[in-house]
């Protein structure tokens, strides 16, 4: 497995408060990372960091060359809440807001097929359910045909049936599409399911492995 | 439609009857209670001859054209207002000094500015419309700004895109919530000045209307635009704007 | 259910009527009267009479109450309220009232004074020469001016509302500096001392006055009572009395006149006399012009029907 993201000596602060301390570790290709904690750890400043939203740290984050054949910075996100979406807008606008294509391609459409969205492209977020909402988010990550996804406690407000879909799509599309996923959540049964490899951000600032 | 409830019917009706009992019982001169008959008779010969409608017609031209102004400096001032924290803080201050005054207090400097006329009163109309539009799409778009800014940055938007896609289309439920108090406040500032200033033109509106009916002491003239103001208010306000509002709110949110 | 609530708003109406028709004049141990006290030279008897407590003498037992009334609608609107017995304006807005069913009638006249159409424009040197865009300033529909203005226009057009397009109502005052700024307004019809001061300036000059759109003389002011008032017989002749005396004190003693004038008009004594006693004012207690006012505003539907003067004239 090769590294895709190499972080070294990473530090964070807000105002005097140390959230990140010399942090060190390898995002690997491929893998589903599990970025583990509680709330308030840190976990989602770690993550703005490596998609490359926030710049004001100490250390080093390092891309390996083919990252940014497709992609640039910031990496694709998907949050947790529904106002990622704009809710004026129909699913299929939303999809495509961030780039620069008026239709979908063929692939885009295989992807949407993949994703289960076909059939919902004109609604409105409004007329979507909850986790029908998330994989219009998680659609409008893939179609940048990036090589790393990162998704920020992106099931936290679904219903058992419903996150335990979205687990599996996830898995699928890490397989089916060779997608790197940083994944964030504090459950820790969703971590167990999606990781091949864990990070606990603890709230003295450190992550380990384990 | 106007939702017909029996309770309000009813009250309508006992309104009626009791009016026409003052009038009945003499306590007070026709020329300040006229019977129901000829403020009714009153108003549907004033419908026919065209007056009433030309007075509605014309009032309400002018309140949309107010309007239009209204929007266009609105989004103006909320773009200054934008660019720096600076200039975000003088359109406060500002429309902090413009809106709590009365147009009808500012038109003898405005009557010196622009003279007596249609202009005048447009310009009093305006700033009776303007404000309370400004602090309107002022709070929507810093509502979206707080909601949507996170997904704008995410996925790198460019500048263009989310001036037009978050802000422009995302503000049409403000602008819409602001054009319906902005209507009503050019509504009330436009009669009033027309019936403050008794100003004549070629054309002239409902305040005009109500203005001629006192000096030639037609009471039941003075009633029937009453009642012709009342109506169109209620149309404007409760049928076009809520409806408009109801539709937007689907879509929007 | 629905029973109780149409109670309920019954017995609201029936409050809040009772509550409008409650509004009796509470009984008063004192006899009132009360007289809308108006600004203008041709007010001027009015506030001799004031100063010099006539109708207080006159009527120890009554409590004398002047009250400022914006306009002549202000004055109807006050009378139909009970809430004016006396009131002094042209004939015209008197008639236009009567026609509506007021109750109330002339009772003397107060003065017959000059009053003209002024312009600004030295192009505009008789009505023919007045455009569709020059405005023309005058207090309001209805009043003397107007219908002074529309007997003008009926005798040179053959249309009395030839003008009414291009009127725009103001006061006195504003309509004087609106015609000193020269802006939008072209003409004022108007009566003194604005009429006076208009004419001292050099670049504003009359089209027409208000003998001339008469074809003859009238009285400017008359004095009004209601119908309720005259009744009171002890009361309605100190009126008449008073305004008599006044008016006779002003022809007789011009410098004492002039020095309770200045009181309330801030010119010049030696202007103000001037324009008291030297520009065709007169006060006088006649009364002349009804007739010809009520036929011209017959004929053009300013009234609804005719109007004996013999029923106004008390």
Redesign the interface.
């Known amino acids: 497995m090769t590294p895709i993201i190499s972080v070294k000596k990473l530090t964070k602060k807000y105002n005097e408060e140390v959230v990140l301390r010399d942090v060190n570790f390898e995002v690997m290709k491929g893998e589903i990372l599990v970025v583990l904690g509680d709330s308030g750890a840190g976990k989602t400043t770690l993550m703005s960091i490596l998609?490359g939203?926030d710049k004001a740290f100490e250390g080093v984050v390092s891309y390996s060359d083919d990252l940014f054949e497709n992609s640039?910075?910031?990496l694709?996100?998907v949050?947790q809440d529904f106002?990622?979406?704009?809710?004026?807008?129909s699913v299929e606008k939303n999809i495509l807001?961030?780039y620069d294509r008026k239709e979908f391609t063929d692939r885009d459409r295989e992807i949407l097929s993949f994703v289960g969205l076909d059939t919902h492209l004109h609604k409105?977020p409004?007329e979507l359910s909850g986790g029908m909402k998330q994989r219009t988010a998680i659609a409008?990550s893939l179609l940048s045909d990036g090589k790393v996804i990162f998704m920020d406690e992106p099931f936290g407000s679904l219903d058992t049936a419903r996150r335990q879909q979205l687990q599996q799509l996830i898995i699928e599309i890490n397989k089916k599409y060779v997608k790197t996923i940083v994944f964030i959540t504090h459950d820790l049964e969703e971590a167990q399911l999606l990781a091949h490899r864990t990070l606990v951000v603890g709230t003295d600032g450190t992550v380990k492995e384990v | 439609m106007v939702t017909l409830k029996w309770n309000r019917l009813i009250f309508i009706g006992l309104l009626l009857a009791g009016w026409q009992l003052l009038f009945i019982s003499g306590r007070y001169s026709p020329a300040l209670v006229p019977s129901l008959q000829s403020i009714g008779g009153t108003f549907t010969d004033e419908c026919l001859n065209g007056q009433l409608p030309k007075a509605v017609v014309y009032s309400i031209v002018a309140i949309f054209k107010g309007l239009l102004w209204s929007v266009a400096v609105s989004g103006i001032l909320v773009l200054i207002g934008s660019a720096t924290e600076w200039l975000d803080d003088l359109v406060e201050f500002v429309v902090s000094i413009a809106h709590p005054l009365p147009g009808i207090a500012i038109l003898p400097l405005v009557i010196l500015w622009f003279g007596i006329g249609e202009k005048a009163v447009l310009f009093v109309v305006i700033h009776s419309m303007l404000w309370p539009m400004v602090v309107t799409i002022k709070a929507e778009v810093k509502r979206l700004k707080n909601?949507?800014q996170?997904?704008s940055?995410?996925?790198?938007?460019s500048r263009f895109?989310t001036v037009v896609?978050?802000y422009l289309?995302?503000t049409?439920p403000g602008i819409i919530t602001g054009a319906k108090i902005a209507w009503s406040r050019g509504w009330r500032a436009f009669i009033s000045a027309e019936m403050v200033f008794g100003i004549v033109g070629q054309k002239s509106g409902l305040g005009w209307y109500l203005f001629e009916q006192r000096v030639y002491m037609n009471a039941a003239g003075l009633f029937s635009g009453l009642i012709a103001i009342i109506l169109c208010g209620v149309f404007i306000e409760q049928v076009i704007f809520n409806r408009l509002d109801a539709w937007v709110q689907l879509?929007?949110? | 259910m629905k029973m109780k609530k149409l109670v309920a708003v019954m017995v609201m109406v029936a409050l809040m009527l009772m509550a409008v028709g409650c509004t009796e004049k509470v009984a008063e141990p004192q006899k009132k009267v009360v007289i809308a006290e108006q600004f203008g030279l041709a007010y001027a008897p009015l506030q001799i009479m004031k100063e010099n407590g006539y109708l207080d003498k006159a009527l120890p037992g009554y409590e004398i109450e002047w009250v400022k009334l914006g306009n002549t609608a202000a004055i109807r609107e006050a009378i139909l309220a009970d809430a004016l017995d006396v009131g002094f304006l042209g004939i015209p807005p008197f008639l236009i009232g009567y026609d509506n069913g007021m109750e109330w009638g002339i009772f003397t006249g107060l003065s017959s004074a000059p009053l003209g159409l002024v312009s600004n424009n030295p192009a505009i040197q008789t009505l023919e020469d007045i455009g569709r865009t020059d405005r023309i300033a005058l207090p309001q529909p209805g009043s003397i001016q107007h219908i002074l203005l529309s007997m003008a226009a009926e005798k040179t057009f053959g249309q009395a509302d030839y003008f009414d397009k291009q009127l725009v109502t103001m006061k006195h005052p504003d309509g004087m500096n609106a015609l000193l700024a020269g802006g939008d307004i072209s003409l004022h019809y108007t009566s003194p001392p604005f009429l006076f001061e208009e004419l001292k300036e050099e670049e504003l000059s009359l089209v027409v006055d208000g003998n001339q759109c008469f074809g003859g003389d009238f009285t400017f002011i008359v004095g009004m009572t209601t119908k309720d008032f005259k009744e009171d017989q002890v009361a309605y002749d100190a009126l008449v009395k008073a305004v008599e005396e006044a008016v006779q004190f002003m022809n007789e003693n011009p410098d004492e006149t002039v020095e309770l004038l200045s009181n309330y008009y801030d010119y010049d004594k030696d202007v103000l006399k001037n324009y008291v006693y030297e520009q065709n004012i007169r006060y006088t207690t006649d009364v002349s012009g009804v007739e010809t006012f009520v036929k011209f505003m017959v004929n053009n539907d300013l009234l609804k029907e005719s109007i004996e003067v013999d029923d106004v004239l008390w």
């Open positions: 998609a939203l640039k910075v910031p694709p996100i949050f106002d990622q979406l704009l809710p004026w807008y807001l961030p409105q409004h409008r | 909601r949507y996170r997904v940055k995410a996925f790198n938007l895109k896609h978050i289309v995302g049409v879509r929007w949110r």
